[in-house]
């Protein structure tokens, strides 16, 4: 039970900083200029964890 919370908790994180990035990317107010590239990591992370899992 609790890991099925701290998954939730870890998956809305994940999610939100997510949706913060892909904002920042396009404002494009150079502010962040590492953002584009976190983006990309975590779409990778993402797709290596969907690969494992099937």
């Not at 939730?8 to 990317?25: D, G, K, M, N, P």
């Amino acid at each position: 039970m609790r890991s099925d919370r701290n998954e939730i908790y870890y998956t809305a994180c994940w999610r939100e900083l997510q949706s913060f990035l892909a904002e920042v990317v396009r404002d494009d107010t150079g502010e962040y200029p590492q953002a584009a590239d976190f983006l990309k990591l975590m779409k990778s992370i993402e797709r290596k964890v969907e690969s494992n899992a099937e």
